[in-house]
Antibody, heavy 122, light 104 residues
C-alpha cells in the first residue's frame, strides 16, 4: 500500500526540540521530492519545508528558517524534520507530503500522511 | 511572497447544485503550480487539481479547474454529499485560507 506515516509528535516545552519522522512505503521513495506542511488547530495549511530527491535542494518557510532542519534517508525510506527552539506558534498537526516529481521545484503534493501532532506548551 | 485569497469563506449549497470557488493571487503566477485540495474533518488534504486545470488521479470529472494570471476557479458541477468539505488552493509555498462548502 502506498502510504506515508508520520511519528514523533508530542507535548514539548517552549525552547525545546523535537524530531519528526515520516516513513514511506509502497513507492520508490528516492524518486520524489518531499515536503512538510503543518496545520494549526482549526486553521489552514502552512508549508514548512521541502527537500529534493537527493537532498541537493532544500527550502524553508520564513517562520521556521534557522530553527527547523529537513533531511531524508533514502536507504530507510524516511523523511525527517528536526525542530529546535520550539515556540507556542509551532503547535500544529505536521503532515508529510510527497511531490510527483524528484526536483525541489515541485509545488503540489499527491500523497499525504495522516499527520503527527506537536503541542508546544509549558 | 505570494498571497492567495480565497472567496467566499463559506459557501452554503444543496446537493446537486453547482459550486464555484475562487482563488486570487497577489501577483501573476504560473498556472503550472496552481493546485486545489479537498480536506474533510479529521483527514489529510487530498489533491484534486494541479496545473490549474488537470485532475489528479481518481478525481471525478465533476471537479474542474480553470484560470490564469491572478484568478483561478475550482468548479464542482453537481455537488454530491461527499463533496461538502474545505477546499484550499496552493501556489508554490503559499496556501489560501480555504473555502468551506457546507450543506444548506
Amino acid at each position: 500500500e502506498v502510504q506515508l506515516v508520520e511519528s514523533g509528535g508530542g507535548l514539548v516545552q517552549p525552547g525545546r526540540s523535537l524530531r519528526l519522522s515520516c516513513a514511506a512505503s509502497g513507492f520508490t521513495f528516492d524518486d520524489y521530492a518531499m515536503h512538510w506542511v503543518r496545520q494549526a488547530p482549526g486553521k489552514g495549511l502552512e508549508w514548512v519545508s521541502g527537500i529534493s530527491w537527493n537532498s541537493g535542494s532544500i527550502g524553508y518557510a520564513d517562520s521556521v528558517k534557522g530553527r527547523f532542519t529537513i533531511s531524508r534517508d533514502n536507504a530507510k525510506n524516511s523523511l525527517y524534520l528536526q525542530m529546535n527552539s520550539l515556540r507556542a506558534e509551532d503547535t500544529a498537526l505536521y503532515y508529510c507530503a510527497k511531490c510527483p516529481f524528484s526536483g525541489y521545484d515541485c509545488w503540489y503534493f499527491d500523497l499525504w500522511g495522516r499527520g503527527t501532532l506537536v503541542t508546544v506548551s509549558s | 511572497e505570494i498571497v492567495l485569497t480565497q472567496s467566499p469563506g463559506t459557501l452554503s449549497l444543496s446537493p446537486g447544485e453547482r459550486a464555484t470557488l475562487s482563488c486570487r493571487a497577489s501577483q501573476s503566477v504560473s498556472s503550472s503550480y496552481l493546485a486545489w485540495y479537498q480536506q474533510k474533518p479529521g483527514q489529510a488534504p487530498r489533491l484534486l487539481i494541479y496545473g490549474a486545470s488537470s485532475r489528479a488521479t481518481g478525481i471525478p470529472d465533476r471537479f474542474s479547474g480553470s484560470g490564469s494570471g491572478t484568478d483561478f476557479t475550482l468548479t464542482i458541477s453537481r455537488l454530491e454529499p461527499e463533496d461538502f468539505a474545505v477546499y484550499y488552493c496552493q501556489q508554490y509555498g503559499s496556501f489560501g485560507q480555504g473555502t468551506k462548502v457546507e450543506i444548506k
